[in-house]
């Protein structure tokens, strides 16, 4: 893995408050990396703004100065000693313009705020950040209002049997990545997976009438134990105690959402993939289908060859 040497910031101008940068600053500190805040206008944001204007019933149109939003948000960070720039520009789409300017920055980490539902008490995804995380080709760190504890609970969600045609080494870039992160934020560092029993899979992929009533306890005992076996050997390099490793049997939205309330996780890291024939990501159900239910931080890592892939 490579390291990372600069956080991009994506900050949202009608927010108030921005968990992404302070979070993004914690990693810089502790990475020794440059911060680059930036902010894209849109014309759907001018648009938003002209009308709360016009609701208003102000005389004159509020003036926002992005610029300075950001550099008022800099400011404390160099007194802290960190490397920060600020960039503002105006495109559409939105997720292009952000894409273009992690390759412009050269950016090894992007991070950028979701929103809180109230009502729902879930976080929603906006189109933006699906756009990100199918197009983003670097680790994308989608951050919620809650703060980070002193020792936060990294976790690594993988898949050692590689379902879905999933790349060998993108677990070990899941692992490298969360416990490098555990440790340089003193935090600890848990591997987590849940299954559907290879059976209950197999027969249905065969159109065959089981249940979960068919699986027997010995079949059961005999798949956990390999599973079990599996997750060791990948987490044996990382020097990650059995103790920190979670096997669940059930689907992965219920499970793994499940894991992270119960570990009260902080951030929770699992891989997409990106399949070029079909000028599509997908990250399945682990992911696509957990971002918005997750009760932590979702940290989306790409295989090594996804830039490649995504050109095809």
């Given at each position: 893995?490579n390291?990372?040497?600069?956080?991009?910031?994506i900050?949202?101008?009608?927010?108030?408050q921005?968990?992404?940068?302070?979070k993004?600053?914690?990693?810089?500190?502790k990475f020794?990396?440059?911060?680059?805040?930036?902010?894209?206008d849109?014309?759907?944001a001018?648009d938003?703004?002209?009308a709360a204007?016009?609701?208003?019933g102000?005389s004159?149109?509020?003036?926002?100065d992005?610029k300075?939003?950001?550099e008022?948000?800099?400011?404390?960070?160099?007194?802290?000693?960190?490397?920060?720039?600020?960039?503002?520009?105006?495109?559409?789409?939105?997720?292009?313009?952000?894409?273009e300017?992690?390759?412009?920055?050269?950016a090894?980490?992007?991070?950028?705020d979701?929103?809180?539902?109230t009502?729902?008490?879930?976080?929603?995804?906006t189109?933006?950040d699906?756009?990100?995380?199918?197009?983003?080709?670097?680790?994308?760190?989608?951050t919620k209002?809650?703060?980070?504890?002193?020792s936060?609970?990294?976790?690594?969600a993988?898949?050692?049997?590689?379902?879905?045609?999933k790349?060998a080494?993108?677990?070990?870039?899941?692992?490298?990545?969360?416990?490098?992160?555990?440790?340089?934020?003193?935090?600890?560092?848990?591997?987590?997976?849940?299954?559907?029993?290879?059976?209950?899979?197999?027969?249905t992929?065969a159109?065959?009438?089981?249940?979960?009533?068919d699986?027997?306890?010995?079949?059961?005992?005999v798949?956990?134990?390999?599973?079990?076996?599996e997750?060791?050997a990948?987490?044996?390099?990382?020097?990650?105690?059995?103790s920190?490793?979670?096997?669940?049997?059930?689907?992965a939205?219920?499970?793994l959402?499940?894991?992270?309330e119960q570990?009260?996780?902080?951030?929770?890291?699992?891989?997409?993939?990106?399949?070029?024939?079909l000028?599509?990501i997908l990250i399945?159900?682990?992911?696509?289908?957990?971002?918005?239910?997750?009760?932590?931080?979702?940290?989306?890592?790409?295989?090594?060859?996804?830039?490649?892939?995504?050109?095809?």
């Open positions: 893995m390291p990372i040497r600069s956080v991009l910031v900050v949202d101008p009608t927010a108030q921005h968990p992404a940068v302070a993004a600053a914690l990693l810089a500190q020794q990396a440059r911060l680059d805040l930036f902010i894209c849109t014309k759907a001018r938003l703004r002209h204007y016009v609701k208003s102000t004159s149109p509020p003036i926002v992005m300075e939003l950001l008022n948000l800099a400011q404390p960070l160099r007194a802290r000693g960190l490397d920060v720039t600020t960039e503002t520009t105006r495109a559409d789409p939105l997720h292009i313009a952000l894409v300017r992690v390759k412009h920055t050269c090894e980490l992007v991070v950028k979701t929103h809180h539902h009502l729902a008490q879930r976080t929603i995804l189109h933006t699906w756009e990100l995380i199918r197009s983003c080709s670097v680790p994308l760190l989608l209002p809650r703060p980070w504890a002193s936060p609970c990294i976790c690594a993988v898949d050692p049997g590689h379902a879905d045609d790349p080494m993108l677990d070990h870039y899941i692992l490298e990545l969360s416990t490098e992160l555990a440790a340089r934020l003193n935090g600890n560092s848990q591997v987590v997976h849940a299954y559907i029993p290879a059976a209950l899979i197999a027969a992929a159109g065959v009438s089981f249940s979960m009533a699986v027997t306890p010995e079949m059961l005992a798949e956990r134990e390999r599973k079990m076996k997750l060791l990948l987490a044996s390099d990382y020097r990650i105690p059995a920190n490793i979670h096997l669940q049997l059930g689907g939205v219920e499970q959402c499940r894991l992270a570990l009260d996780a902080d951030v929770m890291t699992m891989g997409a993939i990106s399949r070029g024939a000028k599509r399945g159900s682990t992911a696509e289908n957990i971002l918005e239910r997750l009760p932590c931080d979702a940290l989306i890592v790409k295989s090594p060859n996804f830039a490649e892939l995504l050109a095809m």
